[in-house]
């Protein structure tokens, strides 16, 4: 049986689909954390894949060797700084009051009748920098007292925020989705950012805007008093500080981006050696980008507008905690990725795949659907998606554009159909007042559209680079 399982076509793929099959027993029945299991599922393999004990785990005298470090070390390598700077670079933004001047300045230029627009471009900017969940506390005040003043379902003004919001955390960096698929199969973020917004924006005008229009007006839900008194409030608390400028804020939220595209146009269009490449290299490394529009939103969002060290210290601490989590589950994934093409499982399903005709991207959005809406975590199912896939994709030829194509196909699939095994399905109803019924009929869907639409112009984009 042994001998079976590490030396045939058959015995390799029963012992990746086993593994994916335990690994969703584990986090789903036994609720045993994911990092734990995808380390447990990724030993498991190694083991019943005749991996030699040295190879995966290493001796005491070269530990640094082995799978287990080199897995969790060379994804984490890549992008613990990026989620940690980008988490701090959302925090600032955020206590700053950045998040209302915005939702004001879109209000009042977009005027009542289209203000679910100005508040579904308000999450679309302000989901770079901030994480989903973190979207939706700061933004959720906002929305409740422009559909108490339309008079009109809360649904209608909640859905396009929520869209905007969702597809930046899916699609662009410095979220730890695709910063992890990115680093998984070896994709730079320039080119992760460029695919990621030609994927997003389609995305969210279908689901933000026409499904959300429509939705809106099928569900009359009303605003919950308790919850509208607590936005006023909020609107009303700035801590005596004047709200920083539309320009300011915009600005900070978009520097880093523009910073890692140079570098990547410039890794293209300039020549190498040269000073001009090394300043665009340097500059667009993600890592150093971040940095300096950190400490540009520290001085001019926090010192210059009166926050004490202590307060910005505090803010950095808190930020950085839910981060921890999010790491290890990365980490965990990269191991597993590792596992993986160590055992020959990778080679096998390339060699599978080929034969069947079944595009990779396609075989990569669907498995990525399939962990989703078993275990309802976006991050383990990307993760997983990416650490199987990458063992495909070594022996490919596929440019970057391509394997950029390929991350948006994961994330695609890791947001499809959230439901009640998904901690963001609780905190859409909960914050907006939701029946599960109806956060069924609004956000479950809005998600597949989300989901479906993302799939389709990623695949429809790898036709054609």
């Known amino acids: 049986m042994i001998d079976w399982l590490q030396h045939s076509t058959g015995g390799l793929l029963t012992l990746a689909v086993v593994s994916i099959a335990v690994l969703l027993l584990l986090i789903i029945k036994f609720k045993v954390e ?52 980008g988490t701090l670079l959302g925090a600032i933004l955020e206590a700053s009051g950045g998040a209302q001047v915005l939702m004001d300045k879109l209000m009042n230029a977009f005027g009542e009748k289209k ?25 959720a005040p906002l929305v409740y007292v422009a559909a108490k003043r339309s008079g009109k379902s809360i649904v209608l003004f909640s859905m396009p925020l929520l869209a905007g919001l969702s597809v930046m955390h899916a699609f662009m960096p410095p979220h730890p989705g695709p910063v ?51 936005a006023e409030a909020a609107r009303e608390d700035n801590g005596g500080r004047e709200p920083p400028s539309l320009g300011l804020v915009l600005s900070i939220i978009g520097l880093p981006l523009v910073l890692i595209l140079a570098g990547t146009f410039g890794s293209i269009l300039l020549t190498k050696g040269t000073r001009l490449y090394s300043v665009a290299t340097f500059f667009g490394t993600p890592a150093v ?24 210290a505090e803010l950095s601490a808190a930020s950085l905690k839910p981060v921890a989590m999010i ?32 595009p990779v991207i396609a075989l990569a959005y669907v498995i990525s659907c399939v962990i989703r809406i078993a275990q309802g975590s976006a991050t383990v199912a990307i993760v997983t998606t990416a650490g199987i896939v990458a063992p495909v994709l070594a022996d490919l030829d596929y440019s970057q554009p391509q394997l950029a194509l390929v991350v948006m196909a994961i994330a695609s699939g890791s947001i499809i159909a959230s439901h009640v095994n998904d901690g963001g399905f609780w905190i859409v109803s909960r914050y907006f007042g939701l029946s599960v019924k109806e956060t069924l009929q609004s956000w479950t869907v809005l998600e597949t559209i989300l989901s479906v639409v993302g799939f389709v112009v990623a695949a429809v984009l790898s036709l054609v680079v």
Not at 121 to 131: D, E, K, Q, R, S
Not at 184 to 205: K, Q
Not at 299 to 305: A, D, P, T, V
């Open 34 to 85: 994911p990092f734990i299991a995808l380390i447990v599922v990724a030993l498991l393999v190694a083991l019943l894949a005749g991996v030699p004990v040295e190879q995966l785990v290493g001796s005491a005298q070269k530990a640094s060797d082995s799978l287990l470090e080199k897995g969790f070390g060379s994804i984490l390598g890549h992008i613990a700084a990026i989620i940690g700077l």
């Open 115 to 139: 203000a679910p627009v100005a508040i579904g471009l308000a999450g679309l900017i302000f989901g770079v920098p901030v994480f989903f969940d973190i979207g939706i506390f700061v933004l």
């Open 180 to 230: 992890a698929a990115a680093g998984l199969l070896g994709v730079s973020l320039g080119w992760i950012i460029i695919m990621g917004l030609a994927v997003a924006l389609p995305s969210w005008f279908v689901g933000g805007v026409l499904y959300s229009y429509w939705i809106g007006k099928r569900i009359n839900v009303p605003v919950p008093e308790e919850m509208l008194a607590a």
């Open 289 to 312: 980008a971040l940095t300096i529009s950190v400490l540009l939103a520290f001085w001019l969002l926090g010192f210059r507008r009166g926050m004490t060290r202590e307060k910005v």
């Open 327 to 358: 790491l290890l589950v990365v980490g965990a994934g990269g191991f597993f990725g590792a596992v993986l093409a160590a055992t020959g499982i990778g080679k096998t399903l390339a060699t599978e795949l080929s034969g069947i005709g079944l």
